[in-house]
């Protein structure tokens, strides 16, 4: 037998072999490697419908050799049933004279009497006057290429139209593929964020998204999805973002062993969902301290240890500091408003808030001070000391009479029966936010209580 026989192959289709003291051997060879090698599985057949190439993923296939299908007129009797090989063969002869690729699907015949649904390419095979001299038919199993199909499939929609960002990152934790809802999300166009550093897109939350991908290329895919929080860079700032991401490792399925490529990340923005459950639990941590404000306050005997009560309550996970300054009368100057302090919470060890006592010396305001505009405006008031650096922060925080630390302030008015009693500031350090409008209305809150308890504490003799 032959070496092209012996591979699965015949010269019927080819030139003719060449002559002794050539290497046609090594043609044949080669030839057998290649067919043998694909991944597909492939048969072909002459002008007369004689089996003239047969490869090993054929043989997996139906189970039928080389040896046993190479030189078998058409499928007859041994693939195809026998009602069945007429048809079969006209459709596949057919593409002798049809340009192009033809697509079939038949069910052939195992060696062990099973049958098999495939998917047939076949198309015409040009001898050496260029004429159509058989046909080759590429054939796989139809479950297996639905699979590839729907795996494509799946692949075009999470790149093109999911409703979630979809980036596919190197091992070297670059985006090498993103979707448009991922482009957009990342404030850049589709092709402008591949290949970057994650770093030149984040300006936050870039340590903890390069760990997670760190970790799923070393360890697989972590068992539930995580909730990382980042900042967008823009040309209109940066934008805070909430991202429920979900990650899996991508491997070569050609590889032997499993070869990691990257990283599959999706992620869906949770931020709006996210930020409405803080504001949620926010409001009632806050109603809570109010109603326990309320409680506590009721228990003293001397109101003016309400109003102390009343700021304490209000200060956790709220403020900083606190401090109140009371409207002093100032004869022969009905246009200023003259502040004392009465109550402030220690700048030292932490600790309940001091009254200083009902009267005293005035604090030395300037006209332009936060609690002075507070008072003369009957509103709330907010400041900050902005992007100055840690010893410019500290000098604005002293030159109000704050506590040095101090770089945001909030001062609301103490009003009781149609007067204005005076101010409540609350301040915080470089470590928190700004004071936002939501916490102006807490803040208000909390003023009007404390301006009842300092009222009363007017009206009840020093001595009850």
């Avoid at 999911?162 to 991922?182: C, K, Q």
């Avoid at 936010?433 to 009363?456: C, G, H, N, P, T």
């Amino acid at each position: 037998m032959s070496a092209s026989r012996r591979s699965g192959t015949t010269d019927e289709l080819g030139p003719d072999e060449p002559g002794p003291g050539r290497e046609g051997s090594d043609g044949s060879d080669l030839l057998a490697a290649l067919l043998d090698g694909m991944d597909a599985a492939l048969c072909a057949f002459d002008a007369h419908g004689t089996v003239t190439h047969w490869n090993r993923e054929a043989e997996r296939i139906l189970g039928w050799s080389a040896d046993e299908a190479v030189g078998r007129a058409g499928f007859a009797g041994w693939a195809v049933r026998s009602a069945d090989a007429e048809e079969v063969e006209a459709r596949l002869m057919s593409a002798m004279d049809a340009p192009g690729r033809q697509v079939n699907e038949f069910a052939l015949l195992t060696k062990d009497g099973g049958r098999v649904l495939v998917r047939t390419q076949s198309a015409a095979v040009p001898g050496p006057d260029g004429k159509p001299a058989g046909v080759y038919c590429a054939f796989s199993e139809v479950h297996a290429q639905i699979d590839l199909e729907r795996s494509i499939a799946l692949s075009e929609a999470l790149l093109d139209d999911a409703s979630w960002g979809v980036v596919l990152v190197d091992a070297d934790l670059r985006p090498a593929v993103v979707n448009a809802h991922a482009a957009r999300a990342l404030g850049a166009g589709r092709t402008a964020v591949l290949g970057r550093p994650l770093g030149e897109l984040l300006a936050q939350g870039v340590e903890e998204l390069e760990s997670a991908l760190t970790h799923v290329l070393a360890e697989g895919a972590p068992p539930a999805p995580a909730e990382l929080w980042v900042s967008v860079r823009g040309p209109e700032g940066e934008r805070r973002r909430c991202w429920r991401s979900g990650f899996v490792r991508l491997a070569s399925p050609l590889a032997e062993e499993p070869v990691p490529l990257g990283v599959g990340w999706l992620f869906q923005d949770v931020t709006e969902a996210r930020q409405g459950e803080q504001e949620a639990s926010l409001l009632r941590f806050r109603a809570q301290q109010l109603h326990r404000a309320a409680r506590a306050a009721a228990e003293c005997e001397d109101p003016a240890e309400a109003v102390t009560v009343h700021l304490d309550f209000a200060l956790a996970g709220f403020a900083d500091h606190a401090l109140i300054d009371r409207v002093a009368e100032c004869p022969g100057d009905a246009g200023s408003v003259r502040l004392v302090r009465i109550a402030a919470t220690p700048s030292g060890a932490p600790g309940p808030s001091r009254l200083d006592g009902r009267a005293g010396l005035p604090v030395r305001y300037a006209e332009s001070h936060p609690a002075v505009q507070c008072v003369e405006r009957s509103g709330s008031v907010r400041a900050g000391a902005g992007a100055l650096s840690a010893e410019d922060a500290r000098a604005w925080a002293l030159a109000r009479q704050w506590p040095q630390d101090a770089v945001h302030a909030l001062c609301t008015v103490l009003r009781s029966r149609g007067r204005t009693l005076g101010a409540v500031t609350f301040l915080r350090g470089a470590g928190r936010q700004a004071f936002e409008r939501s916490d102006a209305m807490y803040a208000e809150d909390v003023a009007v209580r404390i301006a009842a308890s300092l009222d009363l504490a007017a009206l009840v003799p020093p001595d009850h």
